[in-house]
């Protein structure tokens, strides 16, 4: 799935993932983050 | 999913537009990962949030996918991820998310 020039949503997670994290490495892959968050899954 | 988060990704689709939308996951299990991947192609299954009985069909992948990974700087991606990388069920987890990205395949 080639990323570049995509309109990415980052959904993360406290206790995987955060959103953040998830926003940088969307956009080393070249996408557009346009909205990141980190959830707190209970 | 937290419910202002539903209506976000829900103006975005509407704003920004569905094509060249992609949504990207961190979530560290197979079922809340699924609940997302679930929230976002066939809308709220709590109905609860503003993607209730929405089924925005957005193309939806895990960090841990393969087929996003490799487009990412691979230092950053061990720096971010390794860690949840060795603890996580991956196969579990992507079979999750792919269920719902590719229910004929589910």
Known sequence: MELKDKQVVAIGEREGVNGPSLKLLAESAGATVVFSVTECFV | ?106
């Open chain 2, 1 to 106: 999913m937290d419910l202002d988060d539903q209506a976000n990704v829900n103006r975005l689709a509407e704003t920004v537009g569905k094509d060249g939308m992609v949504i990207i996951l961190g979530q560290p299990d197979p079922n809340s990962a699924g609940l997302f991947a679930e929230t976002v192609t066939r809308g709220d299954p709590t109905w609860a949030g503003p993607l209730a009985g929405v089924p925005l069909g957005l193309p939806v992948y895990h960090i841990l996918e393969p087929e996003i990974r490799e487009h990412m700087d691979a230092d950053l991606y061990q720096e971010h991820v390794g860690l949840m990388e060795l603890s996580a069920d991956v196969d579990a987890i992507i079979k999750s998310v792919k269920s719902y990205r590719e229910p004929s395949d589910a």
